[in-house]
């Protein structure tokens, strides 16, 4: 019993520290370096008695060994949603289609989204451009409704590091 009790601890503590572990990276990528210093002391703090009691019970609970592994996977899982449902960050996507471009524009903007088109000319020939600027927890719901029109669509983003005016989706009132 004592043996599947310290099994859990392991699996729960390291599901924390991991979880922790991801939250502290994702500061650090934003600038924000007293929030990671701070998440990181408990992460290292968590990391090292969960490691010291696995290391301890070594040749006698191969289970802790399992719910280490287990607690790192699960971690990692549960590290990268929170991350993504505390993101603010901004990414700017452009969307290229060749043979659908104006009914993708038509329902990103019926849909709420600010689009700014633009021509180009691709490998074979004339192309539209949609740029669309918003929140990265959008980018799911974006990708959606373009490849539902368009799978041969192609999309590339990347992160903003600054905005200013403009239209945001899910920010200002239609």
């Known amino acids: 019993m004592q043996m599947l009790l310290w099994s859990l601890v392991i699996f ?4 924390i520290d991991v979880s922790l572990g991801t939250i502290r990276i994702n500061f650090i990528i934003r600038r924000k370096k007293f929030f990671a210093a701070f998440i990181g002391f408990f992460e290292v703090t968590i990391f090292v008695a969960v490691i010291a009691r696995v290391i301890q019970d070594l040749n006698n609970n191969i289970y802790g060994i ?33 043979t659908k471009a104006d009914k993708i524009e038509e329902c990103l903007r019926r849909e709420g989204f600010g689009a700014t088109c633009y021509n180009g000319f691709g490998k074979n020939g004339n192309v539209k451009i949609i740029n669309v600027v918003c929140r990265q927890n959008y980018f799911p719901k974006l990708n959606k ?13 990347h992160t903003l590091e600054n905005q200013r005016g403009g239209f945001l989706y899910g920010l200002k009132k239609k």
């Not at 729960?12 to 599901?15: A, E, K, N």
């Not at 790192?72 to 993504?84: E, M």
């Not at 409704?145 to 983003?157: G, K, L, Q």
């Open 12 to 15: 729960f503590g390291r599901i």
């Open 66 to 98: 399992f719910a280490y592994g287990a607690g790192f996977a699960v971690g990692t899982l549960i590290g990268i949603t929170i991350s993504d449902k505390l993101s603010r960050d901004l990414i700017s996507t452009n969307i290229i289609s060749t």
């Open 145 to 157: 409704i373009i490849f539902e029109i368009d799978p041969e669509t192609f999309i590339t983003s």
